[in-house]
């Protein structure tokens, strides 16, 4: 299996592949925070003692794994994608198609791309007029029903099937499932992440040559197969270039011009606030946090050299994140309040106080009237993005005996009522004394 060009120039090299001879029998496990592929051969003893519970923590812990899956005899391969989310079909089995494949070969499947864009890229997607296939062999899978962060990246078409032989008839139980023949993953903790494939043919040089075109052997057009951008686009998420977030922590704040009638100890309008100084009952609060994602670019081959150790590090730079669905929640066991955040303008300058930024994503909530150990809490996941998670605490606290109004607006009418009764005493007491009756 080639590294792709893009991951080469980002200092990723190759490691080995399932199923065929690799130069590098045992793969570099390194302990530092950078991604590097660890591929799985079928030979356990060639990779020093490595099981599949070994892979399955190693990605746990936040790294990365592209692995091939071999569709012959049961290897370990099979229960690392099992306890990644996917289940392969039966030892010995391939998918094949006999009228969606390339060449008239059933077993060369033109599987859709249907990943998520982050991880499969504009190019290999092809337009909704034209989609752009991918030529797979192999295993396939099915996504387990409780499996969370798991995306397919190419499904087989509706008329393929998983059998022994290409010339064997499917069973209906085979022909019901919706077959993956790639899938990503992703861990909820320390977001690791996996490439999963049943077919090296993915990587196949010669499939994603440019200007390559197959012909469907239902009479379609020709069209170009989505190997080659797919390949790097997969590789590229899998090996931490693409859909990496990183997010500050959340601060919070009394929300700039909110009225109030009395100061003292946390009713200072500021740049931050402490969390431990608590809100009071219907305060205007506003939160506000970073979001970046991780953007590589490939360095420039006429640029001046700077030495080894700047050609070896990955041209790399964090730039402002932009979704309109980030939200926040102000919780106490339960939300109380939900707020989507609004994401900072292109170009955005820092305030002065800093508590802006050019990533800063803000909004205003009213705390509720409730008060009590409340916190604020933000859970932002979504299909190829990396897991985001932040908490603080911003307890509520009801008024003090001292911070009431003096005359309350609702209680009008009972002034009133108070007033006038003590006018009526007085001009009945008048009465009584002056007019001699």
């Known amino acids: ?62 790294r990365s794994l592209i692995l091939a899956v071999p569709a012959g005899p049961a ?27 390339a060449g008239g070969d059933p077993a060369s499947v033109l599987g859709s791309v249907v990943g998520p864009p982050v991880i499969v890229g504009g190019e290999a997607a092809g337009t909704p007029s034209r989609p752009r296939p991918a030529v797979l062999r192999g295993l396939g899978f099915t996504v387990s029903p409780s499996a969370s962060g798991v995306w397919p990246l190419v499904v087989a078409p509706t008329t393929g099937f998983s059998t022994a032989t290409s010339t ?38 010669e499939l994603g040559a440019p200007g390559l075109a197959v012909s469907p052997s239902d009479g379609t057009a020709p069209v170009s197969p989505a190997n080659g951008p797919l390949a790097a686009a997969a590789a590229a998420w899998a090996l931490g270039s693409t859909g990496v977030l990183r997010a500050s922590p959340l601060r919070h704040r009394l929300a700039p011009g909110t009225a109030s009638s009395l100061t003292g100890p946390g009713r200072e309008v500021g740049a931050h606030r402490a969390g431990d100084a608590p809100y009071r009952v219907g305060d205007a609060i506003q939160v506000a946090l970073d979001i970046e994602q991780l953007v590589f670019e490939p360095p420039s081959k006429n640029a001046p050299g700077k030495g080894a150790a700047a050609a070896a590090a990955p041209p790399s730079r964090w730039v402002p994140f932009s979704a309109g669905d980030v939200q926040v929640e102000y919780t106490m066991l339960d939300p109380h309040v939900r707020k989507t955040l609004t994401p900072p303008p292109p170009g955005a300058a820092p305030s002065e106080d800093g508590f802006l930024g050019n990533a800063t994503f803000v909004t205003t909530l009213d705390a509720p009237d409730v008060y009590g150990a409340f916190k604020l809490t933000l859970a932002y996941r979504r299909p190829g993005w990396s897991f985001l998670a932040a908490s603080t605490p911003a307890p509520l606290r009801p008024f003090h005996h001292n911070e009431f109004p003096r005359f309350l607006t609702a209680a009008y009418p009972y002034y009133t009522a108070a007033a006038a009764t003590m006018v009526a005493f007085f001009a009945v007491t008048a009465v009584g004394l002056y007019s001699g009756v």
């Open 1 to 62: 299996m080639a590294t792709p060009p893009r991951q080469r120039e980002q200092g990723h090299d190759e490691a080995g592949s399932a199923g065929r001879s690799h130069k590098n029998k045992h793969p570099r496990v390194h302990s530092d925070s950078r991604p590097i592929p660890l591929p799985l051969s079928p030979n356990l003893p060639a990779l020093g003692g490595l099981t599949a519970a070994d892979l399955l923590a190693f990605v746990e812990a936040g």
């Open 75 to 101: 290897g370990p391969g099979r229960a690392v994608a099992a306890g990644l989310g996917l289940d392969p079909e039966p030892a010995g089995s391939e998918v094949v198609d006999a009228f969606m494949n």
């Open 168 to 205: 064997s008839p499917a069973t209906p139980a085979a022909a019901e499932r919706a077959l993956t023949l790639a899938a990503a993953a992703q861990t909820r903790s320390h977001n690791g992440r996996a490439l999963v494939v049943g077919s090296e043919d993915l990587f196949e040089a």
